[in-house]
Structures are given as structure tokens and as C-alpha cells.
């Protein structure tokens, strides 16, 4: 029999026994329902009470099994945050137009018909203008449009950057091999299938004299041994470099690449009067910002 059934049992027992002792049965009967109600309640209290010990036990134990982690809630963006992520996809939507600007001029200059162009030079006004990361990036769009291998040697001994911009040595570089102290294969660095980088060494202070050296032995002979390498060439600013006219020189044809808002139209015009007597392709506008002169317009 039940627990409960049984303590039912008992009570109904005690219940007659002490209505036994009562004179009026109507009482006797209204005292032992309402005592009988009494302990009903209470047991129903009890057990009540021991549910609610239950739950709060599973709960416990869960929440030490495993906590709720607390998710911080995520602010709402601020005007300052929307315009700083504006710019930001100005600034990769102009990134996106100057490699497409970059890999149209190259593809058209060296798979022209009939064309004898086999090496370009990435030049400036003055540093600062990203030619050397705009070299890069044609450089690696050519080397992906095509089967050609590709080559990108650097002629800047003012201010080196590529070993930056691909993330490789310094040195030994073009300036180590043309005195003699590397062999060939030292100085190149296989950055993807169809893409080489030359870096340019440490050749400031003997600059011009290696210039003249790759002068007098011509480029594409000296570096290329095969004929089918494209070749592009990461040269010194014209204004500012000593040797940026005479390392101009070295390549089939120019692109000048001005930053519109930084180089001045007088540092222009010079650029373009020490160059009137080489091929110049065209001028590659970075990061436009500013009106750019009619006269300008036209070499674009």
C-alpha cells in the first residue's frame, strides 16, 4: 500500500477514536472533516515543498555543468564608425580601379600586334606616389593573365620597397650581382609560378656607375636570357633622384604614375620635359582626388 494511502489510514483511525468521545455526532463529524482537510493541506504542503527542493537542486547541478555564457551585447555603429567605413570602400574601390587601370595598360602594351616591347618602367616625380606598389600589382596581374613569366626588378636604390612589399630579403639583390658578389639565381626571388622579383640591393652609393653598367650590356640581354620574359622595372623618381632620367632609359617604354593632390603641376611638367625624348605610354592617376588639368587629361 502507498505511502500517502497508509498515513490517510491513520489519520481516518485517530479520527474515530475521538469522535467517539464527542456527545453530538453532527460536531463529531464536522471536527473530523475539517481535521482530516487539516492534514490533506499539510501533506500537500509538504510534498509542494519537496518538488520545489527538487528543481532547485537539478538546476544547481545543471548550471555548474554547464554556465551560460554571457554574450556582450554588440553597440549600435557610430557616425564616426559609418564615415570611417566609407572611406575604407573608397579607398578599396579606388585600389580595385587602379589594378584594373594597371593590367589594361600592360596587357595592351606587351600583346600588342606586331609589338617589340618587352620591358616597362614604373616611374614618379617624387616618392610617394605608390609607383612601386602599383609595379607590383600589374606585375602580379600579368603574372596571372598569362603564361609568360614575369619579372620585377628594381632600379629604385633611393628608397627600396619591394623586398616589403612581398615580404622577402633585401639582399642580396640587383646592386650584390652587378659587383660581381652573387651569382644569378641569389638575387631572384620566386614569389609565385610565373612571377620573379629582383630587389634592388644595397647600390645607393655607387648608383650611377650601375646604371651604366646595365646600359652598356642592355637590359633585356643581361637579365633575360630568355627571350619570352616580360619584364617590368620599378625605377627612381625623375625630380627628386639624381639618376632617375638616366635609369629611365633602361626600359622600351614609361608609365608615370602622380598622385593627384600631392605632386604639383610644375613637378609634372619637369617630369615630363626630362622624359619628352623616351616613349612614355601614359600616366596612371593615384588615388584622385583633386581636378586633374585638361592637358593632363589628354595623356590619359
Request: hydrophobic share 40%; glycine share 6%; charged share 25%.
Amino acid at each position: 500500500m502507498p505511502k500517502d494511502m497508509q498515513q490517510q489510514k491513520v489519520i481516518e483511525a485517530d479520527m474515530a477514536r475521538e469522535v467517539e468521545d464527542v456527545d453530538d455526532p453532527d460536531q463529531a463529524k464536522t471536527e473530523k472533516f475539517v481535521a482530516v482537510k487539516g492534514r490533506k493541506e499539510t501533506l500537500h504542503s509538504d510534498d509542494v515543498l519537496q518538488s520545489k527542493e527538487v528543481v532547485q537542486q537539478k538546476e544547481a547541478k545543471a548550471s555548474k555543468l554547464a554556465p551560460i555564457p554571457q554574450v556582450p551585447a554588440t553597440p549600435a555603429p557610430t557616425v564616426k564608425g559609418r564615415r570611417a567605413l566609407a572611406r575604407l570602400n573608397e579607398e578599396l574601390a579606388n585600389l580595385h580601379a587602379l589594378k584594373e587601370r594597371c593590367r589594361q595598360m600592360c596587357l595592351s602594351i606587351f600583346f600588342r600586334r606586331d609589338t617589340t616591347i618587352n620591358s616597362i618602367g614604373f616611374t614618379s616625380s617624387i616618392p610617394g606616389e605608390g609607383k612601386s606598389f602599383l609595379a607590383s600589382i600589374a606585375a602580379l596581374s600579368l603574372s596571372q593573365d598569362s603564361s609568360v613569366p614575369v619579372t620585377l626588378i628594381e632600379c629604385n636604390w633611393e628608397h627600396p620597397s619591394l623586398h616589403e612589399v612581398f615580404g622577402c630579403d633585401a639582399t642580396p639583390g640587383l646592386a650584390e650581382w652587378l659587383r660581381g658578389e652573387c651569382g644569378d639565381n641569389d638575387m631572384r626571388r620566386q614569389i609565385a609560378q610565373n612571377l620573379t622579383v629582383i630587389p634592388a640591393g644595397s647600390g645607393k652609393q655607387d648608383a650611377v656607375r650601375l646604371l651604366q653598367q646595365m646600359r652598356g650590356d642592355g637590359l633585356k640581354n643581361l637579365l633575360s636570357p630568355r627571350h619570352e620574359q616580360l619584364l617590368l622595372v620599378d625605377l627612381p623618381p625623375v625630380v627628386t633622384a639624381g639618376y632617375g632620367s638616366l635609369a629611365a632609359t633602361l626600359v622600351d617604354t614609361l608609365i608615370v604614375v602622380v598622385r593627384a593632390g600631392v605632386t604639383t603641376d610644375r613637378m609634372i611638367a619637369e617630369t615630363c620635359e626630362q622624359l619628352k625624348d623616351l616613349p612614355l605610354q601614359g600616366i596612371i592617376m593615384n588615388q584622385m582626388q583633386s581636378k586633374i588639368p585638361n592637358w593632363i587629361r589628354q595623356l590619359l
